[in-house]
């Protein structure tokens, strides 16, 4: 027994055995309880927040668990570090690293608040809105709230390890400027993306025409647009190149046309074919989803047919194709039910 009490007596760099002891045990206490307290919030908290009828607990549970597990461990390595006696030098390094590795962990629980605060409150009003810009721009702000903070808490901590702060910022100011002009092709990709933002060309979710490329928007960055086309391609879309260039928006259209050349036989007469146009305009008119006001007009005399020129409007252009489907076959049933004959082979112009 005298021979241990000798041992945990023993000083090692200014400090006793039974020092160490008593810093390593309060160590791996803090660890274990930092895993117990996630470990609840993992399996029970969790369990508890499925069985209420709001999300936002779901949702802070999932963003806060890991932030404040590293809380309690820097809280607790903190006070082991209260028991050894340290020179001077070394304790002010330790207690840097620790208001480091605190603020970065109160940092770090900060911006999950406020992810939680954007996918509780922000994105369900954006998604009440009838305009899609909020549900852009929200990812957008989001990022840069985030990137301030970091920034923030980044001057805080140069200040405390004994930086000029103030000299650093202006170096960094005059670096800058060599960085903006070596990055002039992303800051015109930015500017472009605000353009976008702020004229409204196209938002999410809208179907456009780039180039030749037919697809719809999947998402607007600052940087770049990133379209889906319908043969499931990924294409990715300089901002300072889509706001400069001609650029269809399909989704505006109040309409959609639909052409269909009709061909009859040759040896039907005028009266006929008077009759014939009648037919098909108010076979149209009388169609759920196409707009008043269709057209069938004699188009061209060919050997083996006479061709009509049909134009008809959908206004309901999610459903066009069955529409156009719809509108089809009423006019043939119309011109089968009249007599006329139509040519074959059909003219294509």
């Not at 090692?12 to 206490?29: A, K």
């Not at 697809?215 to 990715?236: A, I, N, S, Y």
């Not at 007469?269 to 009759?275: F, K, R, V």
Request: with cysteine.
């Amino acid at each position: 027994m005298t021979s241990l009490s000798n041992f945990m007596s023993q000083v090692y760099f200014g400090n006793t055995v039974d020092r160490y002891l008593y810093f390593f045990l309060i160590v791996i206490g803090a660890a274990v309880l930092a895993r117990m307290i996630y470990y609840l919030f993992k399996n029970g908290a969790r369990k508890m927040a499925k069985k209420t009828k709001t999300s936002l607990d779901d949702v802070i549970i999932d963003f806060v668990e890991e932030p404040i597990t590293l809380l309690f461990l820097v809280g607790g390595v903190y006070l082991a570090l209260k028991i050894l006696v340290m020179t001077p030098p070394v304790n002010k390094f330790v207690g840097q690293v620790i208001i480091i590795v605190f603020l970065v962990a109160v940092t770090w629980l900060v911006t999950r608040m406020f992810d939680v605060l954007v996918e509780a409150f922000l994105r369900p009003l954006a998604s009440k809105t009838e305009t899609k810009l909020d549900d852009q721009i929200i990812p957008i702000i989001s990022a840069m709230v985030k990137v301030s903070i970091w920034v923030m808490v980044i001057i805080v901590l140069l200040s405390e390890m004994g930086y000029d702060v103030l000299s650093l910022i202006t170096g960094l100011g005059v670096g800058g400027a060599a960085i903006a002009i070596a990055a002039k092709e992303s800051l015109g990709q930015m500017f472009g993306g605000f353009n976008i933002f702020m004229n409204k060309p196209y938002q999410m979710d809208d179907t456009i025409v780039y180039k030749g490329i037919e697809g719809k928007v999947e998402e607007v960055g600052l940087r770049m647009t990133t379209m889906r086309t319908f043969e499931d391609t990924r294409v990715m879309i300089p901002n300072s190149e889509i706001s400069n260039s001609l650029m269809e928006n399909l989704s505006a259209r109040r309409a959609r046309r639909a052409l269909l050349y009709l061909a009859v036989a040759p040896e039907t007469n005028a009266e006929t074919l008077q009759h014939c146009s009648d037919l098909v305009t108010k076979a149209l008119d009388k169609t759920p989803g196409v707009r008043k006001g269709s057209s069938c007009d004699l188009y061209d005399f060919v050997s083996y047919s006479i061709t009509f020129r049909v134009v008809y409007w959908i206004e309901d252009i999610p459903q066009y194709f069955s529409l156009r489907h719809s509108a089809n076959t009423a006019i043939k049933k119309a011109l089968e039910e009249a007599g006329v004959r139509l040519a074959s082979p059909i003219a294509r112009v």
